[in-house]
């Protein structure tokens, strides 16, 4: 049983240079989230989805994409990338009303020079 | 004033010490809480789910004011193994559950 699949681990953009991380989940989870973590301040939403076609912005969303075209996966897509955006990003899933008990994928470690 | 808010420690303990943490939380509507456990480098983990009557789960107990509005962690006999950052978090029911992470507190434990 993978969970939830993070990839890349780790990538450097240039300043512009746009990508997507790649999220996927395999126990048929309807809550799908994209977290940034950063040094002192915790873990920020980034965009949610509550299930396949449905997605909203949560507490930080400016610069970032996303869609929800399967229940299995959720890519971020950075469309611009800036310095601000250097963080580890964290992928999450969790059943439907279970509130607050995510399963997390291993993350990604974005480097933006 | 921040909606979690967590002692970052810190703690530095000896083996097999007892070692407590406190979280506060802003919003008195807030619903559901857990404990998380993050390992350096890691992903966070889900520790414990907090009930309002309190619940242990071996080394680890688990209580919640809501009076006070705070959460509290125990854990008991320290392991090395316990050396992590701890994550508070706390849901609030709006549109959707919203899910909020206090900053998280550092432990070690010595040998």
């Known amino acids: 049983n993978a969970g939830v699949t993070q990839t890349p681990k780790f990538q450097v953009l240039k300043t512009g240079q746009s990508m997507t991380l790649q999220c996927a989940q395999d126990?048929?989870?309807?809550?799908m989230s994209w977290y940034r973590q950063d040094p002192g301040m915790g873990l920020r939403l980034i965009h949610y989805?509550?299930?396949?076609?449905?997605?909203d912005q949560g507490e930080v969303p400016n610069g970032y994409n996303v869609s929800r075209s399967t229940t299995e996966d959720f890519p971020l897509r950075l469309l611009s990338a800036a310095p601000s955006q250097t963080s580890v990003y964290f992928c999450?899933?969790?059943?439907?009303?279970?509130?607050?008990?995510?399963?997390f994928g291993s993350g990604t470690r974005l480097t933006v020079v | 004033r921040k909606e979690v808010e967590q002692d970052p420690g810190p703690f530095n303990v000896p083996e097999g010490a007892t070692v407590a943490f406190n979280c506060t939380y802003s919003?008195?509507?807030?619903?559901?809480f857990f404990w998380y456990r993050q390992d350096c480098r890691k992903e966070p983990k889900l520790l414990m789910s907090?009930?309002?009557s309190g619940n242990e789960d071996g080394r680890f107990t688990a209580q919640l004011n809501r009076a006070s509005q705070y959460i509290s962690l125990l854990i008991r006999d320290s392991k090395l193994s316990d050396s992590a950052t701890y994550l508070c978090?706390?849901?609030?029911?709006?549109?959707?559950?919203?899910?909020?992470f206090g900053p998280g507190t550092s432990l070690s434990v010595i040998p």
């Open positions: 999450a899933s969790t059943p439907s009303g279970s509130g607050g008990g995510y399963t």
């Open positions: 126990m048929n989870h309807e809550y």
């Open positions: 989805s509550v299930g396949a076609g449905i997605t």
């Open positions: 919003n008195s509507a807030s619903q559901s």
């Open positions: 907090v009930y309002s």
């Open positions: 978090v706390v849901t609030l029911k709006t549109s959707y559950d919203k899910v909020i």
